[in-house]
């Protein structure tokens, strides 16, 4: 069974950075895509970023591009979102999920329902 666990969240200060975990176990992730979702009060989950395991490619909202960076540790099955220049608009639970097997030729999905598996989520808070 695939797990995975979130780490790093907390209360910034706007302007500031926060690094977020993702560990994740059950199987191996060669051919998996990993991504990060958020989602605040009263508003629908929506996507961050991904990053597609083998080759390290990524794909962010255009609301995070130049702030985020999203990367992995192969070693540690660990995914990394790097958070910088955060907003009060950043504030929400951030979860990580897991295309298990996404084709060689296809895009990194932005969507839900392309993702398998999803961890317990973290909360960031952005104070203005």
């Known amino acids: 069974q695939v797990q995975l666990v979130e780490s790093g969240g907390g209360l910034v200060q706007a302007g500031g950075s926060l690094r977020l975990s993702c560990a994740a176990s059950?199987?191996?992730?060669?051919?998996?895509?990993m991504a990060w979702f958020r989602q605040a009060p009263g508003k629908e989950r929506e996507f961050v970023a991904a990053i597609r395991w083998s080759t390290g490619s990524t794909s962010y909202a255009e609301n995070v591009r130049g702030r985020f960076i999203i990367s992995r540790d192969n070693a540690k099955n660990t995914v990394y979102l790097q958070m910088n220049s955060l907003k009060p608009e950043d504030t929400a639970v951030y979860y990580c999920a897991v295309d298990q097997a996404i084709p060689r030729t296809a895009a990194i999905r932005r969507d839900m329902q392309g993702y398998d598996y999803w961890g317990q989520g973290t909360q960031v808070t952005v104070s203005s």
């Open positions: 059950g199987r191996t992730f060669s051919s998996s895509a």
